[in-house]
């Protein structure tokens, strides 16, 4: 499943980094946060993906062609991030790739941002966000630095593979969530995801920017949010709100 | 359980799944015609929107980020179609939201929305909170049910 896509270096990759995870998904959390994150840390492009799998896009930038789904960093941070909704059946093999390739970076915790979305997010006056873990010393962890856990629910999306997988290999790692719109672009969710991940990482973004530039934002992620949708739907993301039943 | 009753969930039951099969027709259609969400000609950005179906209301968001709540307009055309329209704070030129290869401005959102079941136009409430619209509109069936 891993050789279905290719990690290509164009930089020198560091060893025991924290790697992080924004993808379009609820609200775009992980996507607006990731984006602020690379803005403000200055995160240079290190790798991106390669795949026949992938769809036919690229992204241009200043006239010069990337992929859409790259890796950015700098000595202590790797952090994956797509333009675009990962297309349902691409999931489980980018994730794959993804956490082998962080394995193998000796990658020390891998942390998913994104939103989980609430059916009253128009009237929420604090926005809470959560974690869930793949191991009990990741949860302990993120317990012990004040996050709220997640206790139980449904998760969908590239967070729920990163943290199957991550069990499955006993690879610390966490999926950060904070409350939000499912279906409409959520600044304000990715400004308490990056607030909540300064607890756990002490990597401080200032979300200042977020808030005050947060209409604007949602205007300009309107037609990424618009195809994220349609993915959204094709992985059943909705199930997120249904009640759980864990048979234990 | 009277015969009645049970003969009406039966029918209730196949008009939720009609109901169920126009919504995905409808996104269906959707998905075919991929066309911009933005319209040179008219200064207009059609805004994200969710419509919701429950046994007896229909509610409908529309995300509307940067406009002028005192210009919000929602219009109902016809029987089941409702026109909405808000301007923006300012003008936004195209390249600032990075279309680089065409020249214009968005000055308004703008969409016309089919409901996918029979509403009471009469009976809309709308409000507008953290650049959200909130239609709600009562279904029609509930009404027609009732008289029988």
């Known amino acids: 499943m891993g050789e279905e896509i290719n990690i290509i270096e164009k930089a020198k990759i560091p060893s025991g980094a924290t790697m992080f995870f924004g993808f379009p998904d609820a609200g775009l959390v992980g996507v607006i946060a990731a984006s602020e994150m690379i803005e403000q840390l200055k995160l240079a492009e ?3 993906m390669d ?14 062609p990337h992929s859409t789904m790259r890796i950015f960093g700098d000595d202590k941070i790797l952090l994956a991030i797509s333009d675009i909704p990962v297309p349902a059946d691409l999931l489980y093999p980018m994730m794959h790739t993804l956490i082998e390739w962080g394995t193998n970076k000796k990658v020390k915790l891998m942390i998913s941002l994104s939103g989980i979305p609430v059916q009253d997010r128009q009237e929420a006056k604090e926005l809470k966000a959560f974690a869930a873990a793949s191991t009990p010393e990741a949860l302990k962890m993120a317990e012990n630095k004040g996050v709220e856990i997640l206790t139980d629910g449904y998760m969908v999306g590239p967070q729920a593979i990163m943290l199957q997988q991550c069990s499955q290999k006993g ?6 969530l904070a409350q939000c719109y499912l279906n409409y672009p959520d600044p304000e969710a990715a400004a308490v995801v990056l607030q909540e991940l300064e607890k756990i990482s002490g990597i401080k973004v200032n979300i ?7 209409e ?13 949708q349609q993915e959204m739907t094709n992985v059943k993301k909705g199930q997120e709100y249904d009640i759980p039943m864990y048979v234990s | 359980m009277l015969a009645d009753e049970r003969k009406r969930s039966v029918i209730d039951i196949i008009n939720e799944h009609i109901e169920e099969f126009e919504r995905w027709l409808n996104q269906f259609e959707e998905t075919l015609t991929e066309k911009p969400s933005w319209s040179k000609k008219n200064s207009a950005i059609e805004p994200l929107k969710n419509i919701t179906v429950h046994p007896k209301e229909v509610t409908m968001t529309v995300d509307l980020p940067f406009t002028k709540e005192n210009t919000l307009q929602v219009k109902p055309l016809g029987e089941n179609t409702l026109e909405i329209s808000a301007s923006t704070k300012r003008k936004i030129r195209l390249n600032e939201l990075g279309i680089k290869h065409q020249e214009g401005e968005i000055q308004k959102f703008h969409c016309h929305t089919r409901l996918p079941v029979p509403v009471q ?6 409000r507008f909170k953290k650049g959200i619209l909130e239609i709600r509109l009562p279904r029609k069936h509930e009404n027609r049910r009732r008289k029988q």
């Open chain 1, 46 to 48: 290190v790798a991106y």
């Open chain 1, 51 to 64: 795949s026949k799998l992938l769809p036919p896009v690229i992204v241009l930038h200043e006239g010069l």
């Open chain 1, 171 to 176: 690879i610390p790692a966490l999926a950060m």
């Open chain 1, 208 to 214: 200042s920017k977020l808030l005050e530039k947060g």
């Open chain 1, 216 to 228: 604007e934002i949602r205007l300009r992620a309107r037609d990424v949010m618009k195809r994220t």
């Open chain 2, 121 to 126: 136009m009469d009976k809309m409430e709308i």
